[in-house]
Antibody, heavy 123, light 106 residues
Framework: EVQLVQSGAEVKKPGESLKISCQGS????????IGWVRQMPGQGLEWMAI????????KYNPSFQGQVTISADKSITTAYLQWSSLKASDTAMYYC????????????????WGQGTLVTVSS | SYELTQPPSVSVSPGQTASITCSGD??????ACWYQQKAGQSPVLVIY???KRPSGIPERFSGSNSGNTATLTISGTQAMDEADYYC?????????FGGGTKLTVL
């Protein structure tokens, strides 16, 4: 059974750093890109970035480039999303999801999702 | 940047057919997929490659994509289908989500 298990909820202050995780199991971790998606309170889904666990090749949404960093450790089948200096506007639910390329990059879809990590940034 | 537009809300009576649209420039030349997100839950992929259903997704969910519009159709809508639905496509190696449509079954 494919599973993506994310780290627990976080409460942080503005300016603090944070790294959240997403551990994959039940499939060959190195065969699929992993993506991160933000959902602000009461809002829709926003794609942030994807990473390939083999070579850590990354693609960022320009809106998030420089604001966050994604990484992966294939030895422990885990992907990460990190901030160096959080802002109140980073308060959101963050989902990781497996990206399945069905027959081309343009047909890719996020076929399995983690349970989400709620990040709250407040002074 | 590329944009996908969805109606904010759609209402349907139980047993009837619900159609949710997703509009984007030349969207028909791309692949569209759809996600269902029930309240307090993670999104679930219900349609990929315009019209394909992942394993475990009921047959009442179907999709199409032509011209500038992709459509998610739910036939014989059930109360359990009440959720937010998001379309998604790729443009220049960027994943783009629509704003989401709240489906109400009443």
């Amino acid at each position: 059974e494919v599973q993506l298990v994310q780290s627990g909820a976080e409460v942080k202050k503005p300016g603090e750093s944070l790294k959240i995780s997403c551990q994959g199991s039940g499939y060959r971790f190195t065969s699929y890109w992993i993506g991160w998606v933000r959902q602000m309170p009461g809002q829709g889904l926003e794609w942030m970035a994807i990473i390939h666990p083999v070579d850590s090749d990354t693609k960022y949404n320009p809106s998030f480039q420089g604001q966050v960093t994604i990484s992966a450790d294939k030895s422990i089948t885990t992907a990460y999303l990190q901030w160096s200096s959080l802002k109140a506007s980073d308060t959101a639910m963050y989902y990781c999801a497996r990206l399945n390329y069905y027959d081309s990059s343009s047909s890719a879809a996020f076929d399995y999702w983690g349970q989400g990590t709620l990040v709250t940034v407040s002074s | 940047s590329y944009e996908l537009t969805q109606p904010p809300s759609v209402s349907v009576s139980p047993g009837q057919t619900a159609s949710i649209t997703c509009s984007g420039d030349k969207l028909g030349a791309k692949y569209a997929c759809w996600y269902q997100q029930k309240a307090g839950q993670s999104p679930v992929l219900v349609i990929y490659q315009d019209d394909k259903r992942p394993s475990g997704i009921p047959e009442r969910f179907s999709g199409s994509n032509s011209g500038n519009t992709a459509t998610l159709t739910i036939s014989g809508t059930q109360a359990m289908d009440e959720a937010d639905y998001y379309c998604q496509a790729w443009d220049s190696n960027t994943a783009v989500f629509g704003g989401g449509t709240k489906l109400t079954v009443l």
